[in-house]
């Protein structure tokens, strides 16, 4: 069994900074893509338009065949003026990081209304907000890993309110509440889900450092609600893989006083196993809306005018997940390392 994908798209994924981007950024087209919207949570972050357009030209000189779509880092340094400048250089959307929340998240927002300006601009410039949808844990609120999202969700709702024009995507759902919530608002908002959050559950990162990430994976109900709207194909829901890799060293220990790293990288097997899980629920018929159709279309990236666009094979047929990726000094272990999956790539 054969199936052609046209020009899958990542709409979300880190390629970090540093020698280790040389390993990570050939794996987006090893995972089967010719797109990758890439995220901004870099030490520093990027937070101009100049630092966006430098990272991009790095990316660029690693791999050109890859459509990379740059982002800013929601933060007090960003203006009006900034966001039109940004948008005038082709720079596609605005990532907002809670403070604290995840990987390089210090320098995260606390307050949403501070940032109304320019979202204003946003709107105006058609600018698309990008919203990792958790608020920081609080013991005293009783706020907490498992119900970050949900506390989260009458924030989208007031931006969306405020800004009904403005693109937001909530980034990586975890839960069902979130999912009725994107539902519940309009054309403006989409909603990204990963392939490990359509696998896991609470159970498979408790005490597994390996399968560890932010948002983390929730209640078998929540699953099963991330896979129903596959199923069902909602345009406004598609692939963001929030591939964020890590050193071995840190994904896989901790210490009394430091946790281990959260992230979950799967760019080097993506396509394949987002096949390989929309078949084991019944939704492979749903496999190019998800990683191709839907997102192209709320980006307005249409697959006719895409220069690197090319049609991907999968072949049905069982082989393992390579056990780790290496490049000079540096390694990384994919997600479900040693694991089958039951589709590859044609080259």
């Given at each position: 069994m054969t199936l052609q994908i046209s020009s899958p798209a990542d709409f979300h994924v880190h390629l970090r900074q540093g020698t280790i981007t040389d390993l990570i950024v050939p794996h987006v087209r090893k995972g089967g893509f010719d797109l990758a919207?890439?995220?901004?949570?870099?030490?520093?972050?990027?937070?101009?338009?100049?630092?966006?357009?430098?990272?991009?030209?790095?990316?660029?000189?690693?791999d050109s065949n890859v459509d990379y779509l740059m982002t800013l880092y929601l933060s007090p340094e960003l203006t009006p003026d900034e966001i039109r400048k940004a948008s005038k250089a082709g720079i596609v959307g605005v990532k907002s990081y809670p403070r604290g929340v995840t990987t390089n998240s210090d320098g995260g927002i606390e307050s949403y209304e501070t940032y109304y300006p320019i979202f204003q601009v946003m709107q105006e410039v058609d600018m698309v907000l990008n919203l990792h949808g958790e608020v920081p844990s609080d013991p005293s609120a009783n706020i907490h890993v498992l119900n970050a999202e949900p506390s989260f969700l009458p924030h989208l709702f007031k931006i969306h309110e405020a800004f009904p024009k403005l693109r937001i995507v909530l980034e990586h759902a975890t839960t069902r509440a979130a999912v009725d919530a994107v539902k519940k608002c309009g054309p403006t908002v989409a909603c990204t889900i990963t392939a490990h959050h359509l696998e896991?559950?609470?159970?498979?990162?408790?005490?597994?450092?390996?399968n560890f990430c932010k948002p983390v994976a929730k209640y078998p109900d929540d699953r099963k609600a991330l896979q129903e709207v596959v199923r069902e194909?909602?345009?406004?829901?598609?692939?963001?893989?929030?591939?964020?890799?890590?050193?071995?060293?840190?994904?896989?220990?901790?210490?009394?006083?430091?946790?281990?790293?959260?992230?979950?990288?799967?760019?080097?097997?993506?396509?394949?196993?987002?096949?390989?899980?929309?078949?084991?629920?019944?939704?492979?018929?749903?496999?190019?809306?998800?990683?191709s159709t839907n997102g192209r279309s709320f980006y307005r990236r249409p697959i006719e005018t895409h220069v690197n666009g090319r049609t991907i094979q999968l072949h049905k047929t069982q082989n393992l997940v390579k056990g780790k990726y290496e490049f000079e000094n540096e390694a990384?272990?994919?997600?479900?390392?040693?694991?089958?999956?039951n589709w590859e790539i044609v080259e």
């Open positions: 919207y890439v995220m901004p949570n870099l030490k520093p972050p990027i937070t101009s338009t100049d630092q966006a357009l430098e990272y991009q030209e790095r990316l660029l000189k690693i896991l559950i609470v159970d498979d990162w408790a005490g597994q450092s390996w194909g909602h345009p406004r829901f598609f692939l963001g893989s929030d591939s964020a890799p890590h050193p071995p060293d840190t994904k896989s220990t901790s210490s009394p006083s430091h946790a281990c790293a959260a992230g979950i990288y799967t760019s080097p097997i993506l396509l394949p196993l987002v096949a390989h899980l929309l078949e084991s629920f019944g939704a492979l018929d749903k496999l190019e809306d998800f990683v990384l272990v994919p997600f479900w390392a040693g694991k089958q999956l």
